[in-house]
Nanobody, 127 residues
Framework: QVQLVESGGGLVQAGGSLRLSCAAS???????MGWFRQAPGKEREFVAV????????YYADSVKGRFTISGDNAKNSVYLQINSLKPEDTAVYYC?????????????????????WGQGTQVTVSS
């Protein structure tokens, strides 16, 4: 069983920055960790993914250049650095773990690619 716990969300002004964290624990192996977000009234949206084995991460076009996913394998943690926040970034942000082994990071874009989910952390961007 894998447990994921997100933290780091909050209320920030447009143009500000946040760093979200996700700590993973448990015995079930995962090959990739992703970040998703869900705004009120909208579907859950893929944000970024990082494979534990390394290689380039993959980002949604909407966040490319502003968001950076990183990880600390020794701590079983992944992070999402969010810069230049916009009001449209307001959402609940979820980290997720995938037990699927894909050779390309861009294969991890669907919610169905992930088996374990955190509880989410709220990011609210004011203008």
């Amino acid at each position: 069983q894998v447990q994921l716990v997100e933290s780091g969300g909050g209320l920030v002004q447009a143009g500000g920055s946040l760093r979200l964290s996700c700590a993973a624990s448990g015995r079930t192996r995962s090959y990739a960790m992703g970040w998703f977000r869900q705004a009120p009234g909208k579907e859950r949206e893929f944000v970024a993914v990082r494979r534990w084995s390394g290689g380039l991460p993959y980002y949604a076009d909407s966040v490319k250049g502003r968001f950076t996913i990183s990880g600390d394998n020794a701590k079983n943690s992944v992070y999402l650095q969010i810069n230049s926040l916009k009001p449209e970034d307001t959402a609940v942000y979820y980290c997720a773990a995938s037990s699927r082994l894909y050779v390309s990071a861009n294969a991890y874009q669907g919610s169905y690619d992930y088996d374990y989910w955190g509880q989410g952390t709220q990011v609210t961007v004011s203008s």
